[in-house]
């Protein structure tokens, strides 16, 4: 924790010296008051009243400002602190593979980014600020207590023992139960991130009934545990309360049997008495309010932690593999599996593949058909590396693909997914959103000069124009209000499934990739359409290899070799004419498709 917090060390040095300030009045303040009742009030002294009146004005305003700085300063590291904690979780979150994002579940890396660093926030800002507080009051309130009789300090010390046995066995019940709380959280934001995002899918089944009773029973679990921690805290403070009160009983006696007796003791101080026995006694249910933020921030800090510790192992180069790989043979965009087994981590003993072997030379056009569930798209999750493989190696240039920095990786690959996600941005930004970073500054400039004018400023084609009119998406995006500055709603809702397919089609053609992947992202395009969109890409990607991952017959019919997968094995390959007269799979795939007369066309 200290490592994001020390670059905020002279705040947190301010804000204690500034309590200092603070509290060093609310301490004198009670004895001044002592000699105003002693010296002035018994003694009939308007001079002292006035006196010691003006110097307790003043001494209350230089404390009050001490202690507005003294939150200013805390504030500003614990905000700041939480800004690089949140920041260094997103930036980590983002570089987890797929299996580490399922390990987690959305919903605990939401609560971890967002309560999990407020939790942590609040105990920063106290242990600058609330912690020293307590510290110092408690010893100078002693110190100021025994100034004003060794018997005061005598009969706080009797008191001592109870108050602290009663706030660490308080505290001993109630720090678990943090834990637990930290977790039904999660449980409760898994429920409504699901049901958000599945909205459309609850009401089109009317479960919103059913939906409301799962989410209540999360809610209610979390209550339930949160009601236990608060009960027991409850018995806090009127427990601390009863032994505050027995003890200034104590410190009223003392002090009027000691004015009775020799006057030893005056009414003053007895008054100062009370007051500094109640600051010591009321700082130990502060320490024990401080010690329940400390320990629920440690249950949060634990888990932010989990995260922060969890290796990236994707984004490394593997160094058994002999470092960063060099091109090979001048050839570019060409992909090897050799003999690929591939299980998901949840699931290690049941192969999603088994003993995948192909190559894909440069610009060539590979389909891979089969049935659902044969592993068709956790192939294509192999290359770019969005998963490992169990067993075999795929290799991208004739190097492994765990040999390269994921960046270098990923820049030569275009891919379009099965689930469509866009941003709640510009048509542009969705798409300018794939480009390389030289083209975020074309893509400012286009936009202040009109896309009328890019040409002629620049000399090259606008690549947001190309790129959409390659995807087959420039028609129906000028046709819209604003054209390419059209916001998306959330998730894309505004478009049709055909829209957002093309615009993220576009989004991977812009960055001008070796290898373009297709996960079935023709689906919900109608057959002209993607018949424009492939002679587009033969036409202005003739030499960039190309993965099409289809169930319709025409979308792979045309391309160079196509695989059929069955069970996750490589059941046949070869043109759409090679496997109407070998293979059995490909030919049913044909008749479940095609009109009889259409099967050899």
Known sequence: MLKYLKKYWFYCLLAPLFMMGELSMDLLQPDMMATIVDDGVLASNMEVILTEGVRMVLLVVFGGTCGVLCGVFANIAAQEFGNDIRKALFSRIMDFSFEQTDRFTTGSLVTRITNDVTQVEQMVMMSVRSLVRCVLMFVGGIYMLYRQSPQFALVAACGLPFVTVIVVVTLKKVSPLYTVIQQKLDRVNSCMQENIAGARVVKAYVKEDYELEHFSGANDSLCDTNLQAQTILAFLNPSVNIILNLCVVGVLYVGGYTVRQDGGITPGQTMAAITYLSL???????????????????????????????????????ESSGGVPAQADGQTGEIEFRDVSFAFPDAPENLVLDHISFRAKQGETIAIIGSTGSGKTSLVQLIPRFYDTTDGEVLVDGQNVRMYPMQMLRDKIGIVQQKTELFSRSIRENILWGSEEKYEEIAACAAADGTDNFSAVYGVPDPVSRAAGIAQAEEFILRTPDGYETQVTEGGHSLSGGQKQRISIARAVIKNPEILIFDDSGSALDLKTEAALYEALNREFADTTRIIVAQRIFSVKDADRILVLDNGRICASGTHEELLQSSDVYREICKSQLKKGEIGA
């Open 280 to 318: 010591i006694l009321m700082r130990i249910v502060f320490f024990a309010n401080i010690f329940q933020t400390f320990t629920r921030a440690s249950a949060s800090w634990r888990r932010i932690r989990e995260v922060l510790d969890t290796p990236v192992v994707q984004t490394q180069v593997d």
